[in-house]
T-cell receptor
Framework: ETGVTQTPRHLVMGMTNKKSLKCEQH?????MYWYKQSAKKPLELMFV???????ENNSVPSRFSPECPNSSHLFLHLHTLQPEDSALYLC???????????????FGPGTRLLVL | AQSVTQLDSHVSVSEGTPVLLRCNYS??????LFWYVQHPNKGLQLLLK??????LVKGINGFEAEFKKSETSFHLTKPSAHMSDAAEYFC???????????FGTGTRLQVFP
């Protein structure tokens, strides 16, 4: 579980706040992902980065802003969120975006976000 | 297009009895398949992954899954359940030429003493 770390583990913020979620992977992977997990809904892919370049934005509102300064670090900047954005935000990494077993993604423990 | 269906939203077993979590997939190409487990308030942990080398895949914690192309299934099994196996399990499929993983809706496993 220490392969992918996320901070903070829990976050409570108001709708006017600005905060950032941090993810770090120690696996030497090239691809990183942000997912949103809401109660009673399937896991939602938000963003994909490969070699620091964003390759996927899954129609995510602009109040979520990702940043990937290098292959080991991924941030999710949050501003003017809505209560419905409350969820568990999961970061993952994979060796690359190729086919087969290299697609296996390794997840962090998540940040439990509550927007008041 | 790829999709995955987990046939049971909840499964309950007694400790020491076998576990069967069912998953069917749909894929236009030879799929990559995975099972993940999520314990309460934790992230997802990779249990096992399918490679074309062997249809029976062994994972961590005594779990295994068998790829059956004729049935388009990838069911997860364990001979004897432990209390610590209680969690949510996700079957995942990925196509040949896409970087997206398609997650099933999950199966919650309860283990009774």
């Amino acid at each position: 579980e220490t392969g992918v770390t996320q901070t903070p583990r829990h976050l409570v913020m108001g709708m006017t706040n600005k905060k950032s979620l941090k993810c770090e992977q120690h696996l030497g992977h090239n691809a990183m992902y942000w997912y949103k997990q809401s109660a009673k809904k399937p896991l939602e892919l938000m963003f994909v980065y490969n070699f620091k370049e964003q390759t996927e934005n899954n129609s995510v509102p602009s109040r979520f802003s990702p940043e990937c300064p290098n292959s080991s670090h991924l941030f999710l900047h949050l501003h003017t969120l809505q209560p419905e954005d409350s969820a568990l935000y999961l970061c993952a990494s994979s060796q690359d975006l190729g086919a087969g077993p290299s697609k296996a993604q390794y997840f962090g423990p998540g940040t439990r976000l509550l927007v008041l | 297009a790829q999709s995955v269906t987990q046939l049971d939203s909840h499964v309950s077993v007694s400790e020491g009895t076998p576990v069967l979590l069912r998953c069917n997939y749909s894929s236009s190409y030879s799929p990559s398949l995975f099972w993940y487990v999520q314990h309460p308030n934790k992230g997802l942990q990779l249990l096992l992954k399918y490679t074309s080398a062997a249809t029976l895949v062994k994972g961590i914690n005594g779990f295994e899954a068998e790829f059956k192309k004729s049935e388009t299934s990838f069911h997860l099994t364990k001979p004897s359940a432990h209390m610590s196996d209680a969690a949510e399990y996700f079957c995942v499929v990925s196509g040949y030429n896409t970087d997206k993983l398609i997650f099933g809706t999950g199966t919650r496993l309860q283990v009774f003493p």
